[in-house]
């Protein structure tokens, strides 16, 4: 047999070719699939084999890595093998939250849903780089067709809008801002932001509104927060105006006016149209562009799939329980029309991380105003080129790709499926508690699946009690002395969760806790950070989750609260 042509990649018995994958259909290929396949069942063994199990993967529940440890890695003089690699990989999901578990009801996660998980593994096998038409080829598509379905949900002209796939809910809010100043203060990208524009959002939007103006140059304190209406949670129409007019009458400009479509604890919906019709009376100065409306709809955008429901005929079979807050939901979101731009996360409740995208409803004047010099070494080879206005430069297809294959494998009914049985389960649980007056829920008029509850000791009217700690400053100390007893209970539950503690035969369940759903009634302007209301935060949305799972929950709830009571009688 002839010996094989050299390719210079050899040295001596190392060849570095065989670390890379095989551009040809070879048995290379082959092998790789089958240890992937392997991995695959590596990694899906750290899953319990029932959901009466720890909310996390693997068997050992400690947190192993620490910084201090790992700062001493160093490169080691050889490789090693490949499956060493992949071991060491899956080891490191050890302890990880396995989100979509039953008893996971801490938070906005990811639950990864098989069309997407598929759709952004498989994307990185070639590395698709929608960075301009020649590296992402026909893959583009993911994008094009994920922004059109999402406009014309949103009752745009898909024709006209255009949407950027980019690193998340951040990200979006980071492009609203850019959109904004490029459109507010022209000449601001040769010379720089050099005048204070204003960002105007509630109260309740969220943090990463820091990140943006902050990384934009713009200022923190160029944010101007604008009140929310104490029972609904958004924005306070009246003090919005009140802002806008002062802005107005000084000609001081507003870059962006951000309405958040829900909020992450209280599901509220801010009033679009009406911030529309605030913006025409009150315009920027002649010497500035139109202040950008962008909604913040990263969760809220799911609700559009009950769009065209025919909620009489009711096909899907949902309980009233479910129709009249998925009602309420899809016609507050639907308000999207008239905002200019607006931001999708696929990653809270449907895909793995990262799946982003910013919408904007007309392209012409977003590519044109963000449009930049291109480079010399790239060249147009088809009509979609998005590397001339987004932030990034290259860019994964594996986001869009994610979002594509949800919109596509779960379709309208997938999507209203999923958010329904989140509704399902909140009632649920309200009922649930009837029978115990020491707990209440403090969102109860809230439309979405999240259930904020504050436990008091026993014999206490919780209702009683926390409308007054709500109300009444008299009741100050003791509104801060219960926060600290929920958080108490809240430790307590997250240690026995990650203790594998089981109560009545089944494991404890992973929750939350929020520090500051809302301000109490004499704390509104939030002076006072020590006068907020705290709450456990019940997140039950797994498509897994079982009516013993809530009662579970519910029961742990109130063991945990007795040995808080218990422990502090014993300090006393
Ligand atoms: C999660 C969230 C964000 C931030 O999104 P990331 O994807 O985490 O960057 C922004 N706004 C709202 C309302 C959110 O819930």
């Known amino acids: 047999m002839n010996k094989p042509e050299a390719t210079g990649a050899e040295d001596s018995d190392f060849n570095i070719k065989n670390f890379f994958a095989s551009p040809v259909r070879d048995d290379s290929n082959d092998r790789f699939a089958l240890l992937m396949t392997e991995a695959i069942k590596g990694i899906n063994s750290l899953k319990p084999i029932s959901g009466n199990s720890s909310a996390f993967l693997g068997e050992n529940p400690e947190l192993t890595v620490t910084r201090d440890k790992a700062q001493k890695a160093v490169l080691k003089p050889e490789g090693e093998s490949f499956t060493d690699v992949l071991n060491h990989i899956i080891s490191t999901f050890e302890g990880l939250p396995n989100w979509g578990h039953p008893l996971n009801m801490s938070n906005i996660c990811p639950q990864e849903n098989y069309g997407a998980l598929a759709a952004s593994m498989l994307t990185q096998l070639f590395s698709p780089n929608i960075l301009e038409a020649e590296y992402a080829w026909n893959t583009s598509i993911a994008e094009l067709e994920s922004s059109a379905m999402l406009a014309d949900l949103a009752g745009w002209d898909a024709g006209k809008a255009g949407g950027i796939f980019t690193y998340g809910g951040s990200g979006c809010w980071m492009y609203q801002l850019k959109y904004a100043l490029s459109r507010v203060l022209p000449g601001s990208r040769e010379r720089g932001i050099r005048t204070d524009a204003k960002v105007l959002c509630s109260e309740q939007a969220h943090y990463a509104m820091l990140n943006s103006t902050d990384w934009t140059g713009l200022g923190i304190d160029n944010l ?30 507003v870059a962006s006016v951000v309405c958040t479509m829900a909020s992450t604890d209280a599901c509220a919906f801010d009033p679009v149209q009406a911030v529309r019709k605030l913006l025409d009376r009150y315009p920027n100065d002649d010497q500035y562009g139109k202040t950008l409306l962008y909604c913040d709809a990263v969760i809220g955008w799911s609700w559009l799939a009950f769009k065209d429901y025919d909620f009489a005929a009711n ?26 731009a607006f931001g999708v996360d696929f990653h809270k409740n449907f895909s793995p991380l990262v799946s982003s995208v910013f919408m904007y409803r007309d392209r012409s004047e977003f590519e044109i105003l963000l449009k930049r010099e291109s480079s010399a070494y790239l060249q147009e ?130 929750l939350s806790i929020t520090k500051g759903f809302r301000p109490a009634m004499y ?47 014993i300090q006393v």
Not at 224 to 248: G, S
Not at 467 to 473: A, F, K, S, Y
Not at 526 to 548: F, N
Request: aromatic residues 10%; glycine residues 4%; neutral net charge.
């Open 315 to 340: 096909p899907q079979n949902f309980p009233e329980s479910v129709l009249e807050p998925a009602q309420k939901n899809c016609r507050a979101i639907q308000e999207i029309q008239y905002a200019d």
């Open 224 to 253: 101007i927060k604008i009140k929310t209406l104490p029972d609904t949670n958004t924005m306070d129409i009246a003090h919005l105006e009140q802002v806008l007019k002062d802005c107005f009458d000084r000609k001081i400009p």
């Open 523 to 569: 704390n509104l302007n939030a002076s006072d950070p020590e006068a907020v209301i705290y709450a456990l935060k019940v997140y039950p949305v797994s498509t897994y989750i079982t009516r013993a799972d809530m009662r579970h929950a519910i029961r742990c709830i109130r063991l945990a609260r007795n040995e808080v009571v218990e422990d502090l009688a």
């Open 381 to 510: 080879r088809g009509d979609y080129n998005p590397h001339h206005y987004t932030l990034e430069v290259s860019r994964s297809a594996g986001g869009s790709m994610a979002a594509w294959a949800t919109l596509k494998f779960l379709g309208a009914r997938g999507i209203r499926s999923v958010l329904a049985h989140g509704l399902r389960n909140k009632h649920y649980m309200l009922q649930q508690l009837e029978p115990y007056p020491d707990m209440t829920c403090v969102n109860r008029a809230d439309h979405g699946a999240v259930l904020l509850l504050r436990i008091y000791p026993e014999d206490t009217d919780a209702a009683l009690q926390y409308t007054q700690e709500l109300h009444d400053e008299a009741f100050r100390n003791r509104l801060i002395e219960h926060n600290t007893f929920i958080e108490k209970i809240s430790d307590r539950l997250w240690k026995w969760f990650r203790e594998k503690r089981q109560i009545d035969g089944k494991f404890t369940p992973y």
